[in-house]
Nanobody
Framework: QVQLVESGGGLVQAGGSLRLSCAAS????????MGWFRQVPGKEREFVSA????????YYEDSVKGRFTISSDSAKNTVYPLMNSLKPEDTAVYYC???????????????????WGQGTQVTVSS
């Protein structure tokens, strides 16, 4: 059974940085893409960023472009989003996602991902 284990969340002041990580275990081949969504109470989950495993192409939600960078280590089946210039509106629970089947790119919809992590809280204070 595949598990996505996230780490790196926490509290940071506005303008600061955080680096999350997500490791996939239980599956060591066939990864198509990994990425992140976020959610605040009362709102739907929102796409943040994703990286294609084969081409290393990346894709970002408009509000994080230029501030967030996603990278990956295919040998470790791990993805690392670096979040810079954080804003209070970035406060949310961040979920790691993985897609195992090839297909459309970029993938920004929740149904396009097969596995989800449990989420890690990121809080940005003003």
């Amino acid at each position: 059974q595949v598990q996505l284990v996230e780490s790196g969340g926490g509290l940071v002041q506005a303008g600061g940085s955080l680096r999350l990580s997500c490791a996939a275990s239980g599956r060591t081949f066939g990864t198509y893409a990994m990425g992140w969504f976020r959610q605040v109470p009362g709102k739907e989950r929102e796409f943040v960023s994703a990286i294609s495993w084969s081409s290393r192409s990346t894709y970002y939600e408009d509000s994080v472009k230029g501030r967030f960078t996603i990278s990956s280590d295919s040998a470790k089946n791990t993805v690392y989003p670096l979040m810079n210039s954080l804003k209070p509106e970035d406060t949310a629970v961040y979920y790691c996602v993985a897609a195992w089947s090839p297909g459309a790119w970029p993938r920004t919809k929740t149904y396009q991902y097969d596995s989800w992590g449990q989420g890690t809280q990121v809080t940005v204070s003003s």
